[in-house]
């Protein structure tokens, strides 16, 4: 009789048939090699769509009297926009040309603000505690009075 388990909880399955003797040859000519890798290049770096909005930003612009590339027409563009009161292309160009602008977390943990650069060298307990419990560590504290 079967032992019943919580739902959502899985078993491990055993394996089915019988394991391969020592010393089978079955399926030997396509086996792979020890050491050899069965995904000879690996996984590609870009995906195809990627490939090819590089190549068209990296090509120029057809009939342009500047001879600009697709890229710097888009920039053009987006900063134009940005002049007639786009928000958004503002935005962009802004985040394109100066990196993002980091977030502020607000904390009622006696903190002000924490930055997300804040929390590059917490551990996992750490970070756990914090989201859980609101604790934050006692070197942090001693970082934010020094501020």
């Known amino acids: 009789m079967r032992k019943k388990v919580a739902p959502g909880i899985r078993r491990k399955r055993r394996a089915r048939g019988k394991p391969f003797e020592p010393g089978n040859t079955a399926g030997l000519a396509t086996r792979f090699p020890k050491g050899v890798s069965g995904n000879v290049h690996g996984r590609p770096k870009y995906a195809v769509a990627s490939q090819a909005a590089r190549a068209l930003l990296a090509s120029p612009i057809p009939d342009d009297p500047e001879g600009r590339l697709f890229a710097e027409g888009i920039c053009h563009q987006l900063?134009?926009?940005?002049?007639?009161?786009?928000?958004?292309?503002?935005?962009?160009?802004?985040?394109?040309?100066?990196?993002?602008?980091?977030?502020?977390?607000?904390?009622?943990a006696g903190v002000s603000t924490l930055n997300y650069a804040d929390f590059e060298g917490w551990t996992r307990g750490e970070l756990a505690a914090f989201a859980e419990r609101g604790v934050i560590p006692d070197r942090f504290e001693a970082h934010d009075q020094a501020k």
């Open 79 to 108: 900063g134009w926009m940005a002049l007639g009161g786009d928000r958004a292309a503002a935005e962009l160009l802004f985040d394109r040309a100066e990196g993002r602008a980091p977030q502020a977390i607000e904390v009622s």
